[in-house]
């Protein structure tokens, strides 16, 4: 499974960026600065492998190990993997689009695997939008999980917290455009699950 790998990967990444190439410094070629992006287009993917510290690995490990299998067994490794590195694709340039619009006053450097993610929990979210979920000790299903995801997001992206808000919300909405795409297709069935 695809989902089990890209977490290795991850772990395997955060431990040779503690040994080896530490998080974000001045100059280096891996995370993702937005105002370097166009000279340095690569940063785009490498950023979706790097992590800024434990808690940060532990939360999107923790995310990726929860629901990237069941999205896979969904949706098949192939189109798991697409949603995986679209959405992380999709949440750098959204990140990178807050300091070209002004929204960012500075060109800040990023890391994470979040917007591939959330792009994984925006397609459960189309495919299975009544799964019951734990969020914070409260159970909800799905749907409105992401509604909370979201509006977090937005106030991430406009107050400037440390947290790529942005790119939180370009994965999700990749993630979920891409499901909707295949339901719409009827390559993927919708299953009522959960809450109703």
């Known amino acids: 499974m695809y989902a089990f790998f890209l977490l290795g990967a991850i772990v395997l990444v955060f431990l040779a960026q503690i040994v080896f190439l530490g998080f974000c410094n001045p100059g280096d070629l891996i995370c993702l600065n937005p105002a370097e992006l166009p000279q340095e287009p690569w940063t785009i993917i490498t950023s979706m492998f790097l992590h ?23 949706i098949g490794s192939r189109r798991f993997l697409l949603v995986y590195l679209l959405s ?61 995801w979201i509006a977090l997001s937005l106030v991430e992206t406009f107050n400037i917290t440390g947290v790529a808000g942005a790119a939180h919300l370009g994965g999700l909405v990749v993630g979920a455009v891409m499901a909707y795409a295949w ?3 009827g390559s993927i069935q919708w299953v009522e699950e959960g809450y109703s």
């Open 52 to 74: 800024g510290g434990m808690l940060h690995l532990f939360f999107n490990g923790f995310a990726l190990y929860m629901f990237g299998p069941y999205l896979e067994q969904i």
């Open 88 to 148: 992380g694709i999709a949440g750098g340039l959204a990140y990178a689009a807050t300091y070209y619009l002004g929204i960012m006053p500075a060109s800040i450097p990023a890391l994470g695997a979040s917007g591939a993610i959330f792009g994984i929990l925006g397609a459960v979210a189309v495919l299975r939008p009544n799964l019951p979920i734990i969020m914070w000790f409260v159970p909800m299903p799905m749907k409105f999980a992401v509604i909370v």
């Open 183 to 185: 339901l719409r297709m």
